[in-house]
């Protein structure tokens, strides 16, 4: 409990993500499982423009219907950017904004 499921492919989520035509990349990515069915889920994601809170809304939709349908995922919060994060890895170590 408390840490990434094995059988949950961080690197293949974050490949699924990207193909979405308004992402720019999502990083720093936290899932863990909570129970024996609950994973919980959060990222940043920089876009690849400055939508609005409505534009951004759709797209929030959209990532929740992959990471849901596609991947099993059932708590789902992301911090949405748009360049102003410098850190764009996967996993982001201790001190790394």
């Known amino acids: 409990m408390q840490a990434t499921p094995p059988n949950l492919d961080l690197k293949q989520i974050k490949a699924r993500i990207e193909e979405l035509p308004d992402v ?3 990083h720093h ?3 863990w499982k909570l ?3 609950e ?3 959060e990222c940043h ?3 690849n423009h400055n939508f ?3 534009e951004a809304t759709g797209i929030r939709r959209s990532i929740i219907k992959i990471l849901e349908d596609d991947f ?3 708590h789902i919060t992301i911090q949405f950017e ?3 994060c410098e850190n764009e890895e996967l996993i982001s170590g201790s001190g790394n904004p």
């Open 24 to 26: 720019h990349n999502i």
């Open 29 to 31: 990515v936290h899932a």
């Open 35 to 37: 129970n024996d069915s």
């Open 39 to 41: 994973i919980h889920f």
């Open 45 to 47: 994601l920089d876009l």
């Open 52 to 54: 609005t809170v409505e």
């Open 72 to 74: 099993g995922i059932q």
């Open 82 to 84: 748009y360049q102003c």
